[in-house]
């Protein structure tokens, strides 16, 4: 059993910059492909971005260039660094992990509680 906590959300002012981490526990950590959705009130959950267990990574075209995903095998971490932030990234972001290829539908098999981030002045 996989078991996800999420960290690091935050109120942050437009242009700022904030990091996001996802501490795993489990086994099949090393083995996941693990990434990161966000929800808006109001608006369908979606994908934000996500790396696979041999570390190919991807992110929506609407964050691509600002935020980058990384994971730390040693410490079964993942982050999300996020950069160059603006009001429409406000969301609820929730780490997901999983062995199957689950990006191209509704995430992972194991979910984090979420943080929430807030960009406003």
């Known amino acids: 059993q996989v078991q996800l906590v999420e960290s690091g959300g935050g109120l942050v002012q437009p242009g700022g910059s904030l990091r996001l981490s996802c501490a795993a526990s489990?086994?099949?950590?090393?083995?996941?492909?693990m990434g990161w959705y966000r929800q808006a009130p109001g608006k369908e959950r979606e994908l934000v971005a996500f790396?696979?267990?041999?570390?190919?990574?991807d992110y929506a075209a609407s964050v691509k260039g600002r935020f980058t995903i990384s994971r730390d095998i040693v410490k079964d971490m993942i982050y999300l660094q996020m950069s160059s932030l603006v009001p429409d990234d406000t969301a609820v972001y929730y780490c997901?992990?999983?062995?199957?290829?689950?990006?191209?539908?509704?995430?992972?098999?194991?979910w984090g509680q979420g943080t929430q981030v807030t960009v406003s002045s």
């Open positions: 997901t992990a999983g062995l199957r290829t689950w990006w191209n539908s509704r995430g992972g098999d194991y």
């Open positions: 489990g086994s099949i950590f090393s083995r996941s492909n």
């Open positions: 790396v696979t267990s041999g570390g190919i990574r």
